[in-house]
C-alpha cells in the first residue's frame, strides 16, 4: 500500500498546462526530492497534495484514499496528516514561536494539557526551546523556519511536503534545515522535498523525481540532479 | 469538546478586543441598523394606532323626519340589525340629542341663546350606525338607499363618512405595506452595510484563516470564534441602541406626545420595553451571526 499515488495527473491554469500527466507513488518512511527549475510545477504538486489545487485531470490518493473526494471534516484530518513546510514561512506575526507551534494543535482541537506537554518537545526537537517566547520578527530566518518545521511536526504527520524550505537561507542555516528533515525522516515520518538547490539533493543520495516542462524525465533511487 | 468551545470563546473575545477600531466600526453600523428597525417597529404601532382611533370614529348617522314616532325608528333600528355586516346601532333620541347639544355648546353663549328663543326641540331622533368592517360602510348606504324606509329619512350623513372611510381604508393598506417594505428593505440595507464591515474585519485576518486551513483546522472549529463575535457585536449593538432610544424617549417624550396625540407612543415603548429589546436583540444576533457567517465563507474555501 502507498502512502502516495499520482495516477495520470494534469493540471492546467487557463488552458496553459503546467503539469502533464503525472504518475508516482511514494512509500511510507520514504524521502523523496522533487526538483526541478523555477516555475516548473513543484509547488502546484504539492498544494493538490493538500487539496489547496485540484488537478485538471487524473486522480491523487493518500493512504488509498482519493483526496477530491474528501469531505470537510475529512479534508482537516487529511491536512493534519500531512505537515506543510513553506518557503514563505506563514507564520503568525502576532504570536510567538510557542503559540505558532500551539495553533496547529489548537485547530484540531487538542486540549491544553496536550498542548503544554507536546509543544515543548518538539521545539527541543527542531533546537528552538530557548527562544519559545520569541515572536517571528525576533527570530532569524533559520529560525522562523525550524519553528515552521515544528509546526508541522506537532501533529505527528505521515508525510512532511517542504517547499524549497531553504530557499531563504544561508548556507549554515540551509544545511541544519536539511540535517533537521533528515532526523524526522530516520524518526519514521515520509519527507516530500521540493528544491531547485543541487547541491542538497546531490549530498542527500536518496530517491529523487525530477520535472521538465511539466513532465516526470527521471524517477531514481539514489538519484543526482542531471537538468 | 470543552476545550473547543473554552478556544471559541476566548478566541472570540481576543478577536473583538484586539481590533478595537474595526470591532467600534461594525457595532456603529449595527447600532444604526437596530435604530431603524426599532424606529420602523415604533411607526408601525403608531400609524396601526392612528388608523384605530379614525376607524373607531367613523359611523353612518341618519336623521329621521319630526313627524316619525320613535315605535317606527326603533323597528327600523331592528330591522336593520339583521344587516350582517352592521355590528351595533345607537338610538338617538331627540331629548338626548338636545342634551348631548346643550353639553357640547355650554360654554357658547350664543347658541345657548338660540335655543331659548326657539323654545322648541328643533333637533331630530337619529341612529348612529356602526359597521363590522370599514370597507362595508359604502354598502350599508346604499342598502339604506334602496329600502322601504328612505322616506322617513331627513338626511343620511354619508358623503363625509364615506371620504374618511375610504382614505382611511387606503392608508391602512398602505401602512401596513408600506411597512412591511420598509422593515424588508432596511432590514435588508442593515444586512449588507453590516456585512461588509464584518467582511472587512475578516479580510484583515485572511492570512491566519488560511493557515488555519492549512494546518489542519476545521470549517467550524475555524467559524466558530467569528460567529461568537458577530453574535457578541450584535449582542452590544443591542444594549447600545436600547440605550439610545431610551435616552431619546425620555428626553423628548413630551414633545413626541404633542406631536403625536392620542397615539400613546411613550407609555407604549415603556410597556412594551422587553418585547421591543427582545426582538431588536433577536434582529441584532441574526444579523451578526448571518454577516459574519457569509463573510467567512469566501476564505474558507481553502
Known sequence: MSLVYFKNVSKSYNGFLILDNITFTMEAGEFVSLVGRSGVGKTTLLKMLIREELPTKGKIYFNERDIAKLKGAELALLRRKIGVVFQDFKLLADRTAFENVAFAMEVAGYSEEDIKKDVPEVLKLVNLQDKADHFPHQLSAGERQRTVIARALIQRPELILADEPTGNLDPINTWEIIKLLVKINELGTAVLLATHDKEIVNTLGRRVISLENGKIIRDEQEGKYLI | ?302
Open chain 2, 1 to 302: 469538546m470543552i476545550a473547543n468551545l473554552k478556544r471559541i470563546i476566548q478566541t472570540a473575545w481576543k478577536g473583538l478586543t484586539r481590533n478595537k477600531w474595526l470591532s467600534v466600526a461594525c457595532i456603529t453600523m449595527m447600532v444604526l441598523s437596530l435604530i431603524i428597525f426599532t424606529s420602523i417597529l415604533l411607526f408601525n404601532y403608531a400609524a396601526n394606532t392612528l388608523i384605530r382611533t379614525l376607524q373607531d370614529k367613523m359611523d353612518i348617522s341618519i336623521y329621521f323626519k319630526a313627524e316619525i314616532p320613535e315605535e317606527d325608528i326603533l323597528k327600523i333600528r331592528d330591522e336593520l340589525l339583521g344587516n350582517e355586516l352592521i355590528a351595533k346601532i345607537d338610538y338617538v333620541s331627540k331629548d338626548e340629542a338636545l342634551a348631548a347639544f346643550k353639553e357640547k355648546s355650554k360654554y357658547n353663549p350664543t347658541i345657548q341663546k338660540a335655543l331659548e328663543v326657539l323654545g322648541d326641540n328643533p333637533l331630530t331622533a337619529s341612529l348612529n350606525i356602526k359597521a363590522k368592517s370599514t370597507a362595508d360602510y359604502s354598502k350599508i348606504v346604499e342598502d339604506i338607499n334602496n329600502s322601504a324606509f328612505k322616506d322617513k329619512l331627513e338626511t343620511i350623513n354619508l358623503t363625509e363618512n364615506q371620504k374618511i372611510v375610504s382614505q382611511v381604508d387606503r392608508l391602512a393598506k398602505a401602512v401596513k405595506i408600506g411597512s412591511g417594505v420598509a422593515i424588508l428593505l432596511l432590514a435588508f440595507l442593515s444586512f449588507i452595510i453590516s456585512f461588509n464591515t464584518i467582511r472587512m474585519a475578516i479580510y484583515s485576518l485572511k492570512e491566519e484563516i488560511e493557515i488555519m486551513k492549512l494546518v489542519g483546522g476545521s470549517n467550524w472549529l475555524i467559524r466558530g470564534p467569528f460567529l461568537l463575535e458577530g453574535l457578541l457585536q450584535g449582542l452590544i449593538a443591542s444594549f447600545i441602541t436600547t440605550l439610545i432610544i431610551s435616552l431619546v424617549i425620555l428626553s423628548f417624550g413630551a414633545k413626541i406626545e404633542n406631536f403625536l396625540p392620542g397615539i400613546g407612543l411613550v407609555s407604549y415603548f415603556w410597556s412594551h420595553f422587553w418585547f421591543l429589546f427582545m426582538l431588536q436583540t433577536v434582529f441584532g444576533l441574526v444579523l451578526g451571526l448571518v454577516s459574519s457567517f457569509w463573510a467567512l465563507n469566501h476564505y474558507l474555501k481553502v
